[in-house]
């Protein structure tokens, strides 16, 4: 196979180009990080669990009317996307508190919020991605007050879709961090979802006793991790390619 041009390589996914112009490749690794970077380690089979589970949330999405970067999934570990022109900002949208929204407040971990709360992360490993508000959002230019009400509503209206879909089939979407980009077909620009949709980026609750079915699995050395993500995948119907983890058998080659 023709060696590929790396774009870019983060702590979950590598990018490369796109065979089209304007496409690009989202590898999905099995690394995992916690509390920016400090905690590092691997684990067998996510990237694998992760390709498919964000292929399927991202094609439910598409099919609610979310313009997002998903285009179609290559194999195991690859998707193919729009390249888009990513705007730095994390969105998370919290329904239920934990994590460090507990420890701001002194709050109880699993507290319902009275209604859902929207922050923005500005994306920036070196600076540990440190909360802003829309403020810092306009007035650094990162989006403009257009742009931020669309991602707001967007952001909305994934959520809400989300919960109820994660609900029916036994989780709590506790909360959801977002990325969002610019997309320009001809003259025109929209906002599209890019990124990725999975226990890496949400925390997910199942509905019943609250067993923790994400990455905080691995950020408080709960174990059970890549079972965790697999028990998501399998209550969303996608069933892995080849169980539970990418064995390496015999390839057919095309
Ligand atoms: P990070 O360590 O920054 O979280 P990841 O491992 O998640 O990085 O790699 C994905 C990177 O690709 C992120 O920086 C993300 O902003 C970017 N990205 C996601 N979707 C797209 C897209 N459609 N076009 C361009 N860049 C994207
Ligand atoms: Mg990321």
Same mark, same amino acid.
């Given at each position: 196979?023709?060696?590929?041009?790396?774009?870019?390589?983060?702590?979950?996914?590598?990018?490369?180009?796109?065979?089209?112009?304007?496409?690009?490749?989202?590898?999905?690794?099995?690394?995992?990080?916690?509390?920016?970077?400090?905690?590092?380690?691997?684990?067998?089979?996510?990237?694998?669990?992760?390709?498919?589970?964000?292929?399927?949330?991202?094609?439910?999405?598409?099919?609610?009317?979310?313009?997002?970067?998903?285009?179609?999934?290559?194999?195991?570990?690859?998707?193919?996307?729009?390249?888009?022109?990513?705007?730095?900002?994390?969105?998370m949208v919290r329904n239920v508190v934990a994590g460090s929204l507990a420890e701001r407040f002194n709050l109880t971990e699993g507290a319902v919020l009275p209604r859902s709360i929207i922050e923005y992360y500005?994306?920036?490993?070196?600076?540990n991605d440190p909360m802003v508000n829309?403020?810092?959002?306009?007035?650094?230019?990162?989006?403009?007050?257009?742009?931020?009400?669309?991602?707001?509503?967007?952001?909305?209206?994934?959520?809400?879709?989300? !919960?109820?879909?994660?609900? %029916?089939?036994?989780?709590?979407?506790v909360d959801i961090r977002?990325?969002? /980009?610019? =997309?320009? &077909?001809?003259?025109?620009?929209?906002?599209?979802?890019?990124?990725?949709?999975?226990?890496?980026?949400?925390r997910?609750w199942?509905?019943?006793?609250?067993?923790?079915?994400?990455?905080d699995?691995? !950020?408080?050395?709960?174990? %059970?991790?890549?079972?965790?993500?697999?028990?998501?995948?399998?209550?969303? /119907?996608? =069933?892995? &390619?080849?169980?539970?983890?990418?064995?390496?058998?015999?390839?057919?080659?095309?």
């Amino acid at each position: 196979m023709a060696k590929r041009r790396q774009i870019f390589e983060g702590e979950a996914k590598v990018i490369f180009e796109g065979p089209e112009p304007g496409t690009l490749v989202q590898h999905f690794k099995d690394d995992a990080s916690a509390f920016n970077s400090r905690k590092k380690g691997t684990i067998t089979g996510k990237g694998v669990i992760n390709n498919r589970i964000s292929e399927h949330l991202m094609t439910k999405l598409g099919g609610i009317g979310i313009p997002t970067h998903f285009m179609r999934r290559l194999n195991m570990r690859e998707q193919l996307i729009r390249e888009v022109e990513i705007i730095p900002i994390e969105v998370m949208v919290r329904n239920v508190v934990a994590g460090s929204l507990a420890e701001r407040f002194n709050l109880t971990e699993g507290a319902v919020l009275p209604r859902s709360i929207i922050e923005y992360y500005y994306k920036a490993g070196d600076l540990n991605d440190p909360m802003v508000n829309e403020e810092h959002v306009t007035a650094f230019g990162w989006a403009s007050p257009q742009e931020l009400d669309e991602i707001m509503s967007m952001t909305l209206r994934i959520n809400d879709f989300l !919960s109820g879909f994660f609900l %029916g089939v036994g989780i709590k979407l506790v909360d959801i961090r977002l990325e969002f /980009g610019r =997309l320009w &077909e001809e003259d025109q620009m929209r906002i599209v979802l890019a990124d990725e949709i999975s226990p890496d980026s949400c925390r997910f609750w199942d509905a019943e006793t609250n067993e923790i079915l994400d990455r905080d699995r691995f !950020s408080r050395d709960l174990g %059970g991790i890549a079972e965790a993500y697999q028990e998501v995948a399998r209550r969303l /119907g996608i =069933l892995p &390619e080849s169980a539970p983890y990418d064995i390496q058998g015999p390839q057919i080659v095309q």
